[in-house]
Every structure is written in C-alpha cells, then in structure tokens.
C-alpha cells in the first residue's frame, strides 16, 4: 500500500495509563491522519484502490474519530477546567474557537475524500482543492495541537485530582462504547 499511515511505533500498543495519555494519542492519530490527506493530495502514481483506501480511511476519522475528540476536549475537559486560572481561560476560549475555524477546511477535506471514495479517477481533478485543505488543516492543527499540550493538558495533571482525572477517562472512554 502506497499510501500508509506509519505510526512509527514499534512493538505492541499499550493502552493509555491517564486521560491525558489518551488525549495524547488522540493528537498523535489526528497528526497521521492530516498527514495522510496531505500525500493523497500530492502523490503522482497511485492505484485508484490506493486512492479509494486513503480517502475512505480520512473520511472515517476526521467524521466519526475527530468529533469524539472535540467533543472530549469541549465536554469533558472544559467542563474541569474552567474558571480556575485567567491564563487556562484564554486557552480555553482559543481552542473551543480553533474547533470552530477547523469546520470549514474539514467540510473541504471531508467533501474531496468523498468524492474519491466513489469516483478516485478524479483525484487529479481535485488535488488543488484536496491540497489546500490537507494543508491548512495542517498548519492549523500544529499550532492547535501544540497549544492544547503545552497549556491545557499540563493542567489537567496539576489542577485536578486523580480522581477526577479517573472520571474524565471513563468519559471518554464512554464516549466511544457508545459509537
């Protein structure tokens, strides 16, 4: 398969140990998935069942896996954290606004996967529009991701207890039994 995603771990998964670990790897998983949408959008040769394949697997995260994340960090997590530092506020207040400024660009991504996922012979069609979304989304994810784990994430581990962190993780981890 010519277009992978190579986690680049060795050996056997082990399941996260806290919330923030799995919040960790929701941000590893949206990193190789954005990267998987910017090589579709600028590879040259490749199969029309690799381009089927790719577009299928980013339409499947960033529709069903993304939004559990969101909704992760705007249910769960704000829901902790709010109102106990000025600081952590604004952070707050810029990632629930980031989440909004991603929609347009994922409707972009999301509406060529799917397109490819029926008709991938028009990739060369939809490469410049694919590309540019991919793109976006990825410069706007590094400094999203970046942020959420040097300020929000920190936070979780020192302004909350470890109970509290136990619940957030059964949240999530509901959250998902549910789908």
Avoid: W
């Amino acid at each position: 398969m010519l277009i992978k995603i190579d986690s680049g771990k060795n050996g056997p998964d082990q399941a996260p140990s806290d919330v923030v670990d799995l919040l960790l790897d929701c941000h590893e998983r949206i990193r190789l998935f954005i990267e998987l949408a910017c090589r579709l959008s600028q590879i040259d040769t490749v199969s029309n069942d690799e381009v089927c394949d790719a577009a299928e697997r980013i339409v499947r995260y960033f529709s069903e896996s993304l939004p559990l994340h969101v909704a992760d960090e705007e249910e769960t997590v704000v829901a902790r954290l709010t109102g106990r530092d000025p600081e952590l506020e604004a952070a707050i207040d810029g990632m629930q606004q980031e989440h909004v400024d991603h929609r347009s660009d994922l409707d972009s991504l999301l509406g060529n996967c799917r397109i490819l996922t029926r008709s991938p012979e028009r990739l060369p069609e939809l490469r410049k529009s694919l590309s540019n979304a991919a793109l976006s989304l990825r410069h706007q994810f590094v400094r999203h991701l970046e942020q959420e784990e040097k300020n929000i994430f920190p936070a979780i581990r020192t302004l909350l207890t470890a109970d509290e962190r136990k619940v957030m993780m059964n949240e999530l981890r509901d959250r998902r039994s549910t789908c």
